[in-house]
T-cell receptor, first 114, second 110 residues
């Protein structure tokens, strides 16, 4: 298995533009997490899906952020409109079962909003 | 609120020596603890985990110790190698949520 695959690896966009980050989970993993990493705040959980259903989105910063998981093989994190303070590395992680045990992380998407 | 934190932000260790990375946690209800390693430009990588009903767990060159009395977690790396240079995070789990500490940067000196 190639692991958790995220795209793009790097994204530079102008303030106000829409940004879509993509994640392909490990086959058979039914828990999916989106994290954001910054120097100031470290790793923060944004949203958690189990069996494609959003279970906890309390970490989503505001309405500009949305996430979907239309099937077991794909998830997106969208920011619209993007702002410079959204600049961070966004990670997707997946695990077997309903918990976060031994979560496998993707390589991340480094987002820069100018 | 509850938090997971690390005692030291950086650790410099001579190649071949043993490394000890410490972590304090405050949520006594956490049932599962994990150590992750993050190399530059990569996502966190699972190293080893331990459940709250255990005191010690060993892996390949790594040992995790859990002291619930003082809410302390440590990661020991035996015979540290250059490839061990990275940022190490402890995380605690409650149900599905992983809460990460700030991270300790380990630098291995040749």
């Amino acid at each position: 298995d190639a692991g958790v695959i995220q795209s793009p690896r790097h994204e530079v966009t102008e303030m106000g533009q829409e940004v879509t980050l993509r994640c392909k989970p490990i086959s058979g993993h039914n828990s999916l997490f989106w994290y954001r990493q910054t120097m100031m705040r470290g790793l923060e959980l944004l949203i958690y899906f189990n069996n494609n259903v959003p279970i906890d989105d309390s970490g989503m910063p505001e309405d500009r952020f949305s996430a979907k998981m239309p099937n077991a093989s794909f998830s997106t994190l969208k920011i619209q409109p993007s702002e410079p303070r959204d600049s961070a590395v966004y990670f997707c992680a997946t695990s077997e079962g309903a918990g976060g045990t031994e979560a496998f992380f993707g390589q991340g998407t480094r987002l820069t909003v100018v | 609120g509850e938090s997971v934190g690390l005692h030291l932000p950086t650790l410099s260790v001579q190649e071949g020596d043993n490394s000890i990375i410490n972590c304090a946690y405050s949520n006594s209800a956490s049932d599962y603890f994990i150590w992750y390693k993050q190399e530059s430009g990569k996502g966190p990588q699972f190293i080893i985990d331990i459940r709250s009903n255990m005191d010690k767990r060993q892996g390949q060159r790594v040992t995790v110790l859990l002291n619930k009395t003082v809410k302390h977690l440590s990661l020991q790396i035996a015979a540290t190698q250059p490839g061990d240079s990275a940022v190490y995070f402890c995380a605690e789990s409650n149900d599905y949520k992983l809460s990460f500490g700030a991270g300790t940067t380990v630098t291995v000196r040749a």
